[in-house]
């Protein structure tokens, strides 16, 4: 059935911006002092021509989406050319609909395949791109694909995600658990989503393995830069109630003395919640329990404070199918790298995993339809962050703030690279900034995401392709 909004990509322009941070952030054995953001602009047109453009950005985090013993700068190389394949690609593409409808057919059916002949030609390079890192790079298109549905439409994308918009329900794009008492026929995204946005978000503060807790943790190299180190500062001027603190998860007395300090700090300026995020590095179930039930018996204060564990395990979930019901029956556990879809999440379901744990970097369409299964089947919902800074913080946020998340959402730009959101800041100063725990979207307002982009005066560079009818 046609839709007389139906929209279509018509071209495609891209951009890389350099961003370096003030402070070194740890990925399991990698350590990220830079990254490039990759921003499109996307072209759309409707079925009697009228046409309309809008704007996605991500992260190329390579350490994240790729970890691997090849170079940082083989796989960051890697993904700038993935990108730009992909805005051909998306050009190309004939798709019509909704964008939902239309990402998740490009992820469906183009995707897959342009990974996999990118990976052929690239002879020289011993590891094939990963499809999390092939994720991110289409991101960026499909972010903006919503965001220029809204703005051809001119209200927010958020409204659209009904009946009224999508020419096929829920159930042409989901598949229930075997023997889930769940239907998808005659549902739609925004039935599981919040009646109206939260205006503010409590906001988790990431707690680096590298960072430091207390004066005698300074190394001497800190930057003099205006904003915080220690971690009492940042609570102190964030007013933070949430603390997600990062692991190492292969050195169980090591993860066991950070938590504990940092659990002790928390619970000193009165913080409502903790997660720990065990690095992907666990293997068996046991090494985590073996953490989570000493706690409960030395400090059981600091045990009530936390909130759950998130993604303990190794990426690949179909190759290691780690049954996780005895964690799981300890603390809520979230999918978080392995859940690249909903078909993931449903394996994770499988396996024990009661949440799953969302980023706009892995396709706004993704997200939306992730929610969707992981909320059907009851389980539980977070927001994470990559990062995000400048244009990548709103959509993020505008997740977060249209889902019943367990708590708030994570967000760490403005520990780790506060100045690369300069111009948006002026803009939206709630949304890069934490004031008594939260951050504040009523600024965001508008078609789209409400970027209100006329407004935020940043300079771009040349476009590295601008490809289609522009």
């Known amino acids: 059935?046609?839709?007389?909004?139906?929209?279509?990509?018509?071209?495609?322009?891209?951009?890389?911006l350099p961003v370096?941070?003030?402070?070194?952030?740890?990925?399991?054995?990698?350590?990220?002092?830079?990254?490039?953001?990759?921003?499109?602009?996307?072209?759309?047109?409707?079925?009697?021509?009228?046409?309309?453009?809008?704007?996605?950005?991500?992260?190329?985090?390579v350490q994240w989406v790729w970890p691997s013993a090849l170079s940082y700068e083989d796989r960051h190389q890697a993904l700038r050319a993935f990108c730009v394949r992909l805005a051909s690609e998306w050009v190309d593409f004939g798709d019509w609909g909704h964008p939902l409808e239309v990402g998740c057919d490009f992820q469906e059916q183009v995707a897959p395949l342009a990974l996999t002949r990118f990976n052929q030609e690239r002879t020289r390079m011993d590891e094939p791109m990963p499809w999390l890192a092939a994720l991110v790079c289409c991101s960026v298109f499909d972010q903006a694909l919503h965001d220029a549905y809204g703005q051809l439409l001119g209200q927010s994308v958020y409204s659209t995600y009904t009946r009224d918009y999508l020419s096929r329900d829920l159930a042409a794009f989901l598949k229930p658990a075997e023997g889930a008492p769940v239907r998808f026929d005659g549902r739609y995204p925004a039935d599981y989503m919040l009646g109206s946005r939260r205006e503010r978000l409590r906001a988790w503060h990431l707690v680096g393995g590298m960072d430091p807790l207390v004066p005698e943790d300074l190394r001497?190299?800190?930057?003099?830069?205006?904003?915080?180190?220690?971690?009492?500062?940042?609570?102190?001027?964030?007013?933070?109630?949430?603390?997600?603190?990062?692991?190492?998860?292969?050195?169980?007395?090591?993860?066991?003395?950070r938590l504990v300090r940092v659990g002790r700090m928390a619970r000193a300026?009165?913080?409502?919640?903790?997660?720990?995020?065990?690095?992907c590095t666990v293997l068996d179930p046991a090494y985590v329990i073996e953490v989570l039930d000493r706690l409960k018996a030395e400090e059981p204060e600091i045990e009530r404070l936390l909130w759950y564990v998130e993604q303990p395990f190794p990426y690949d979930l179909e190759r290691y199918r780690i049954?996780?019901?005895?964690?799981?029956?300890?603390?809520?556990?979230?999918?978080?790298?392995?859940?690249?879809?909903?078909?993931?999440?449903?394996?994770?379901?499988?396996?024990?995993?009661n949440g799953v744990a969302l980023k706009t970097c892995k396709t706004q369409t993704g997200?939306?339809?992730?929610?969707?299964?992981?909320?059907?089947?009851?389980?539980?919902?977070?927001?994470?962050?990559?990062?995000?800074?400048?244009?990548a913080q709103i959509p993020h946020l505008l997740l977060a703030a249209h889902l019943e998340t367990l708590m708030g959402v994570e967000?760490?730009?403005?520990?780790?690279?506060?100045?690369?959101?300069?111009?948006?800041?002026?803009v939206h100063p709630g949304v890069y900034c934490r004031r008594g725990g939260?951050?504040?979207?009523?600024?965001?307002?508008?078609?789209?995401?409400?970027?209100?982009?006329?407004?935020?005066?940043?300079?771009l560079p040349a476009p590295v392709v601008a490809t289609g009818q522009i």
């Open 1 to 16: 059935m046609h839709m007389g909004s139906d929209i279509r990509v018509a071209g495609v322009r891209l951009y890389f």
């Open 20 to 61: 370096r941070t003030r402070v070194p952030l740890k990925f399991g054995p990698e350590t990220l002092t830079s990254v490039t953001c990759a921003r499109a602009c996307v072209t759309v047109r409707n079925r009697q021509g009228r046409r309309a453009e809008g704007w996605g950005e991500t992260p190329l985090s």
């Open 220 to 257: 001497g190299d800190e930057p003099a830069d205006g904003y915080p180190v220690l971690l009492a500062d940042w609570i102190r001027r964030d007013g933070l109630k949430c603390l997600k603190v990062k692991l190492r998860g292969n050195d169980a007395e090591w993860d066991y003395a």
């Open 269 to 279: 300026h009165g913080l409502e919640a903790l997660s720990a995020d065990f690095n």
């Open 323 to 353: 049954r996780v019901h005895g964690l799981a029956a300890r603390k809520p556990l979230y999918l978080d790298e392995s859940a690249h879809d909903w078909r993931l999440i449903r394996l994770g379901r499988e396996l024990g995993w």
């Open 367 to 391: 997200a939306i339809l992730s929610a969707c299964w992981a909320r059907a089947h009851g389980l539980g919902l977070m927001v994470q962050d990559l990062t995000n800074p400048m244009l």
């Open 411 to 426: 967000t760490n730009s403005m520990q780790f690279y506060p100045e690369a959101s300069a111009a948006e800041a002026r």
């Open 438 to 459: 939260e951050v504040d979207l009523s600024t965001v307002q508008g078609a789209g995401f409400g970027y209100r982009l006329a407004e935020i005066e940043r300079e």
